[in-house]
């Protein structure tokens, strides 16, 4: 089974909403990653969970707040965005951290339209 | 930093061979292809690691050059179903995992 699960698909909020998006994986991975991605742009990395620990933090502005509860669940929480956070987010999962060749593996990802 | 892919966008008519290069101007450890359909989530094809590799799966194979720091991905006798944008992600010995900034095929009937 190589499937990443994420909730919600779509999600519509405003400026002074608090939501959160998730990521399930079994897959016994112990790294997991969250990325954005603007229309006809490329993934970016936001955060890397290895182990249960943030270890990359790509200068993301503080209304992201990651959480990774265990090892099969990754949650980021979303509060005071503004509309240019509008965005496709993508959960992905590894073995273990990449720079030593680890594949990752992407879910469907949860479409964000911030009002 | 982001790797370079060329070319930005090639069509193509179905039966026809494409190539897509990606190159970074720092050592590389491992190249990722994937290909992404329009509102999907990128599709994992293939890891090259160093060693100057070669990978196929069916039509789409792939190569690593470790010393030109670059990969190409061939596509051969495209079918419908290879449209999409591709990207490349590269491993920089440790630094952040990185996508290319994508080529877009479409393949027509």
């Known amino acids: 089974d190589t499937e990443v699960t994420q909730t919600p698909k779509h999600l519509v909020m405003g400026m002074t ?3 959160s998006l ?3 994986q079994h897959m016994g991975h112990r790294a997991m990653y969250w990325y954005k991605q603007k229309a006809k742009k490329p993934p ?3 955060f890397v969970y290895s182990y249960e620990k943030l270890s990359i933090n790509e200068s993301v502005p503080s209304r992201f707040s990651p959480e990774c509860p265990n090892s099969s669940l990754l949650n980021l929480h979303l509060h005071a965005l503004q509309p240019e956070d509008s965005a496709l987010y993508l959960c992905a999962s590894s073995q273990v951290a990449s720079g030593t060749g680890e594949t990752q593996y992407f879910g469907p990802g949860t479409r ?3 009002l | 930093q982001q790797p370079v ?13 494409a190539v897509i290069n990606c190159s970074s101007s720092k050592a590389l450890y491992s190249v990722h292809w994937y290909r992404q ?4 989530a990128p599709v994992f094809l293939m890891i090259l690691l160093k ?13 690593f050059n470790e010393k030109k720091q670059q990969s190409s991905l061939y596509l051969t006798a495209s079918q419908l179903s290879y449209s999409g944008t591709y990207f490349c992600g590269i491993d920089n010995y440790g630094q952040n995992f990185v996508f290319g900034p994508g080529t877009r095929l479409s393949v027509l009937p």
């Open chain 1, 17 to 19: 909403n608090k939501k």
């Open chain 1, 22 to 24: 998730k990521c399930e």
């Open chain 1, 44 to 46: 970016e990395l936001m």
């Open chain 1, 112 to 114: 964000l339209l911030v």
């Open chain 2, 5 to 17: 892919q060329s070319p930005q966008a090639v069509i193509l008519r179905e039966g026809e061979d």
């Open chain 2, 37 to 40: 359909k329009h509102g999907e």
């Open chain 2, 51 to 63: 060693g100057g590799e070669q990978k196929g799966h069916e039509k789409i194979s792939a190569s």
